[in-house]
């Protein structure tokens, strides 16, 4: 990892080699590398792209537990630039220069402090630029919300992570109708999840129900989320805890960190629950935890498109989930789970119930599941896709795509 030192913005110490340019060069920015949806999903696709593309990555906030290894094991060059939320503005001059020493061909920002950042680098270097928005509108503080909103048009073409996604930033620019010249392009890419990485493996599912004492016939339903407001973890215990009313041999797990965490586990302390929850923290390998779990469950207030969902699909998991953002795009009532309103959480539990009564069900949810995810949400449509954008934008800048 490099670290990019105020004051010494010319060199870039202990920076990978950059060979010769023969590539399409890609310049990824991001506020942090921690292991959220949008972030984990770089070192995803990075690994799935063609051979015609180089990838690097600049970030600006350091967390503890990210995919920095990830990113670089995928031969992504990484650049950290420690900066807060309102420092991005400064850093425009840093974007700027590592892009004229690096050659690169396109920005692709993620997020809104990002998409600021990569706005005003573009007005400064006629850069190309594409900005996924991974989140509704809704979600947004109110700095992050207008300032993602005043530069919105201000970058070549946006990416939704899904209809709910696109339809939330339809709406919140009706009063500014985008028809700057070129016309902005404005594209819909689901998330994807890699389904030959992501899928159930009986071993590990063994191995890890042994490892927490959990007996092979038990239901286990679970999440991995990172613990912030976002994803209503409270109101996920509490769903938990009807389960055990009626299903008291159901076990629950829980698979992150974050600022909640600590919340969450005096609440089940509390609770005199606690030998049936096992929160296990962030890992970096999560199938063997997906393969341990039978149901999966969501309680978010608002999504884009969650990837651990799609993970969860893929490795052959029913969902019970609140309708949140772009998950009522995957999930099928009665196919793939089943879906409750936001407001109406307390129907949560009795459709776990549902499921955890009726083997022959969850086995048929499960599958559909995978199928679902197999043949509309994998990552090689998503990457597709992507590339596919990139050679557009960079068509209409003159710019051959190597």
């Known amino acids: 990892m490099t670290t990019l030192k105020t004051g010494n913005s010319n060199n870039y110490p202990n920076h990978p080699t950059i060979m010769p340019k023969n590539k399409t060069r890609i310049l990824h920015l991001i506020k942090s590398l921690g292991r959220g949806g949008a972030e984990k999903l770089l070192p995803e696709t990075a690994a799935l792209h063609s051979d015609g593309f180089e990838f690097f990555c600049m970030y600006f906030y350091h967390r503890e537990s990210n995919v920095v290894g990830e990113l670089e094991a995928a031969g992504v060059h990484v650049v950290y630039v420690p900066s807060g939320n309102l420092g991005l503005l400064w850093q425009v001059k840093k974007v700027k220069e590592f892009i004229l020493q690096h050659d690169i061909d396109l920005v692709h920002s993620h997020l809104p402090w990002a998409g600021i950042l990569g706005r005003l680098v573009r007005r400064k270097t006629g850069i190309p630029l594409i900005y996924t928005e991974h989140n509704t509108w809704e979600r947004y503080n109110r700095i992050s919300y207008w300032g993602n909103r ?27 109708p985008l028809t700057v010249p070129p016309p902005l392009l404005l594209k819909t890419i689901p998330n994807g999840v890699n389904t030959e990485k992501f899928k159930k493996d009986l071993m590990a599912r063994t191995r890890v129900r042994r490892e927490l004492g959990i007996a092979e016939q038990a239901i286990v339903v679970g999440k991995v989320a990172v613990f912030r407001s976002q994803k209503r973890l409270w109101l996920w215990v509490e769903q938990a805890l009807e389960i055990l009313r009626h299903h008291p041999e159901t076990h629950f797990l829980l698979v992150g960190e974050g600022e909640w965490k600590q919340r969450i586990e005096r609440q089940i302390e509390d609770s005199g629950q606690a030998a049936r929850f096992h ?14 779990m039978d149901i999966y469950m969501s309680s978010s207030a608002y999504e884009g498109l969650p990837v651990a969902m799609l993970e969860a699909m893929s490795c052959g998991l029913p969902v019970v989930a609140t309708r949140a953002g772009g998950i009522g795009e995957v999930v099928r009532h009665g196919m793939e789970g089943y879906l409750c309103e936001i407001e109406n959480h307390r129907e949560l539990a009795p459709l776990v119930l549902d499921l955890v009564r009726d083997k022959e069900k969850r086995r048929a949810f499960g599958e559909a599941s995978r199928k679902r995810v197999e043949v509309h949400f994998s990552l090689e449509k998503m990457v597709q896709a992507i590339e596919g954008l990139y050679g557009q934008v960079l068509e209409r800048k003159g710019v051959a795509v190597k």
């Open 150 to 176: 005043l530069t919105f048009k201000l970058q070549d073409a946006a990416v939704f992570v899904s209809n709910e996604v696109a339809l939330s930033t339809r709406l919140n620019l009706f009063f500014a």
């Open 279 to 292: 929160l296990i923290g962030m890992q970096r390998e999560i199938v063997p935890f997906l393969s341990a």
